[in-house]
């Protein structure tokens, strides 16, 4: 038996490059040595990037599910040898939308920030000394009594 190796597809998705078809050397040391299945299960779902300058890119993202296994020839559990590709286009679209947001926005959200952390610096201030006010009462009612 002989096995032939298949250069990687890569997939572009906005800009990034993953590899869908990595095999690990375990798996070629059985491609020598056995019939193996490799089933590989697509999912692609349409995507439209919107950038800010208004040009629209039509692309796909892709998940891929990869399953192999040793087969011995019979139809069955144990599958024919080969490689099957299945396809499962999403009847959904997304669509993905880049905003440039204003310096008010951003302002705000500085403010926000800032605000959260002054009410939970008061919070703990307040956790602290009311404490310490309570255990500094009772060691005086401990000394008077």
Known sequence: QSSRVI?????????????????SPIVILFCLLASMMFQYFVKVVPTVY???????????Q????????IANGLIGDQG??????????????VKLTEKHRSFTHFLTGVCAIIGG???VAG????????????????IELGKTT
């Open 7 to 23: 250069g990687h597809p890569a997939v572009f998705v906005l800009g990034s490059k993953h590899s869908i078809l990595s095999v």
């Open 50 to 60: 919107m950038k800010v300058d208004g040009e629209m890119v039509r692309t796909n």
């Open 62 to 69: 892709f998940s891929v599910t990869r399953h192999e296994k």
């Open 80 to 93: 024919l040898p080969g490689v099957f590709v299945l396809y499962e286009l999403s009847p959904m679209m």
């Open 117 to 119: 952390v002054f009410t």
């Open 123 to 138: 919070l703990i201030d307040s956790l602290i000394y009311h404490s310490a006010r309570a255990i500094q009462k009772k």
